[in-house]
């Protein structure tokens, strides 16, 4: 392995100015609330997934993948491509409706995960205040299509700038419901079971206090950052004074993000990259 190797992005890419924000923890919570929308997508989760009781192991898993296909090195994003493939191709779903078996591994659905995720990263970085300009949103979009190769996608069928991902959205709404399940994955995402070396407390007969509320927070907020359509479907009203509220709420938590030293909100992934980066300009 060539451990100078920069990875699919490096520091010149508007991947790894929009990945640099901490901020993009509450767009992970986003993408999830937008994912449950998509009944197809959701049987696929509830089905094939133990994400009920080991939430935050599958957190932790989604993080590593995203941060290695972001900071890795090419062999470490393609190693990790070829897992996650792998894993896909094995598992199947019905549908809710018709309980017509697919495969989880269905492009519709892989785009449709996709796209979620990263208008999420991009958008909660924005509304939080990172300046960016229109050429450098569409580069962030088409800069992805690498990463939606590593899942089995067909980067020329993956939207590469905002207009196309905007249509995508507008095309996709139909397709979407408030399912049972959704309402279900909904209400675990903003409440999980809080992680037991967290939860001691209350078996100590003591308040949980500030863990909890500050992830209520964090839920609200990614809830708030909805588009207003997706806001309606989760029963909002979709306000344009919601957005405001949100962008204001965003923009104070990233400052408050950014206070924090990078050294703790600095993954190892991300360390390492910025080594390598050091390494091959010192060379």
């Known amino acids: 392995m060539d451990t100078d190797d920069l990875g699919l992005f490096g520091p010149g890419s508007v991947t790894w100015k929009v990945h640099d924000e901490p901020i993009l923890i509450v767009a992970g919570l986003r993408s999830l609330y937008l994912q449950a929308l998509h009944p197809r997508a959701m049987a696929g989760v509830a089905q094939n997934s133990n994400y009920r ?28 491509g070829r897992r996650l493939r792998a894993r896909h191709a094995r598992l199947r779903a019905r549908d809710p409706f018709t309980g017509e078996e697919f495969r989880i591994d269905d492009p519709d659905l892989l785009r449709w995960v996709h796209v979620t995720e990263i208008e999420s990263f991009l958008s909660t970085a924005r509304r939080a205040g990172l300046a960016l300009t229109d050429a450098e949103v569409d580069g962030y979009y088409t800069e992805q299509r690498r990463s939606a190769a590593l ?61 909890r509320w500050a992830y209520f927070g964090v839920a609200g907020l990614a809830m708030a950052l909805l588009p207003a359509w997706a806001r ?52």
Not at 53 to 73: C, H, M, N
Not at 153 to 170: C, F, H, I, M, W
Request: glycine residues 8%; positive net charge.
């Open 53 to 80: 009781t080991d939430a935050w192991g599958r957190l932790v898993r989604t993080a590593t993948y995203v941060g290695t296909t972001i900071y890795g090195t090419t062999a470490e994003a393609e190693a990790a």
């Open 151 to 211: 899942v089995g996608l067909d980067p020329t069928e993956v939207p590469g700038t905002a207009a196309e991902v905007a249509d995508y959205y507008r095309r996709i709404q139909g397709d979407l419901r408030m399912t049972r399940e959704a309402a279900e994955t909904a209400l675990f995402l903003t409440a999980p079971p809080v992680p037991w070396k967290l939860s001691r407390p209350l078996r100590l007969g003591l308040s949980l206090g500030p863990p």
């Open 232 to 283: 309606r479907l989760y029963g909002g009203l979709g306000l344009p004074t919601t957005a405001l509220s949100a962008d204001l709420s965003a923009r104070a938590l990233r400052l408050a993000l950014a206070a924090v030293p990078r050294r703790y909100r600095e993954g190892p992934l991300q360390q390492a990259a910025k080594a390598r980066v050091a390494r091959h300009a010192a060379a």
